[in-house]
C-alpha cells in the first residue's frame, strides 16, 4: 500500500489502512453504474473508481491504481471516465475528499480541474462525510474536500 510510507505526513494508522470497501459496496456500486475498473492487456484488473451519490452530487469515494501500474496514466483515464459518466448522468458536480500535500492526492486532482471546497462553505452532506471521516480516525485538518463541477471546461483532463 503506498501510504505506508506516509503514515507520518497523513495521520494514518495500520487499523484505518485496513479499512476496505466490503464487496457489496463494490456490487451495489456497479449495478448504479458507479464503479470503473481498469483492465492491464491482458485483462487483469489494476485500478477502480468507486462514486457514492451524496446529496445530489456524485462523489469519488475510492481511486485505486496497483502501485505497479502507477504513473502510467491509469488513474487519470480512471477520472478522466467518472467526471464524464457523471455529467453525462446530469450530476452538476463531482467531489471527493483528499489529503492536501500527497503528490498523488490534492495536487493530482488540482491539476485536473478540481478545487478545494472552503469547510465554511460545505454543504450539509460533505459536512457529514468529513465528520464521518473523523469519526473513523482520520486526521480531517490534512484532508480537503474538492469539487469538480460540471461547467468546467474540459473534463478532468490536466
Known amino acids: ?7 507520518d505526513q497523513t495521520g494514518l494508522t495500520s487499523t484505518i489502512l485496513e479499512r476496505v470497501s466490503s464487496i457489496d459496496e463494490f456490487t451495489q456500486a456497479q449495478r448504479r453504474g458507479h464503479l470503473w475498473v481498469a483492465l492491464a492487456p491482458e485483462g487483469l484488473p489494476i485500478g477502480f473508481a468507486l462514486v457514492k451519490e451524496v446529496g445530489r452530487v456524485a462523489h469519488l469515494d475510492e481511486l485505486q491504481v496497483l502501485p ?3 504513473r502510467r496514466g491509469v488513474g487519470s483515464r480512471l477520472l478522466r471516465t ?6 453525462r448522468a446530469g450530476y452538476p458536480a463531482v467531489t471527493l475528499s483528499t489529503f492536501t500535500d500527497i503528490p498523488w492526492n490534492a495536487p493530482f486532482y488540482e491539476r485536473r480541474g478540481f478545487r478545494v471546497i472552503l469547510r465554511d462553505r460545505l454543504l450539509p452532506p460533505h459536512a457529514e462525510l468529513v465528520e ?3 469519526a473513523r480516525g482520520l486526521r480531517t485538518d490534512l484532508r480537503v474536500m474538492m469539487v469538480y463541477p460540471a461547467t468546467a ?6
Do not use: K, Q
Open 1 to 7: 500500500m503506498v501510504f505506508e510510507d506516509w503514515l
Open 68 to 70: 505497479e501500474h502507477g
Open 82 to 87: 467518472v467526471c464524464e459518466s457523471s455529467i
Open 132 to 134: 464521518a471521516e473523523r
Open 153 to 158: 471546461a474540459g473534463s478532468c483532463t490536466g
